[in-house]
């Protein structure tokens, strides 16, 4: 079974920088020819949102418009890790960010919930102004 576990959450003052990351278990990266992960986030009151993803076989990167440049996702096979390195933090970035894997590719779809049978339990994100 496949399970996402998010760490790295916390609060800074806008401008500040914070990493996220994601342990997988399950599975491994070289099992499968490609493999999609995600990061999204839910602020209060609004909508699950793609924030980045990666198709692993591919090396295939996708940002939404709002984090381009601030945002990097970056993958470590050898340690099935996913992670989120955001950096220029705004206070409109604040919400829950999760985890998400698909065991298939994911390409023009990286930001739709749909593609994505995993989840993990999100990790809080705060930044004040």
């Known amino acids: 079974q496949v399970q996402l576990v998010e760490s790295g959450g916390g609060s800074v003052q806008a401008g500040g920088s914070l990493r996220l990351s994601c342990v997988a278990s399950?599975?491994?990266?070289?099992?499968?020819?490609?493999?999609?992960m995600g990061w999204f986030r839910q602020a209060p009151g609004k909508g699950r949102e793609g924030v980045a993803g990666?198709?692993?076989?591919?090396?295939?990167?996708y940002y939404a418009d709002s984090v381009k440049g601030r945002f990097t996702i970056s993958q470590d096979n050898a340690k099935n890790t996913l992670s989120l390195q955001m950096n220029s933090l705004k206070p409109e970035d604040t919400a829950m960010y999760y985890c998400a894997a698909a065991l298939v590719g994911c390409g023009a779809r990286w930001y739709d919930n749909s593609v994505f049978p995993y989840w993990g339990q999100g990790t809080q994100v705060t930044v004040s102004s």
């Open positions: 399950g599975y491994t990266y070289r099992g499968y020819r490609n493999v999609c």
């Open positions: 990666i198709d692993t076989g591919r090396g295939n990167t």
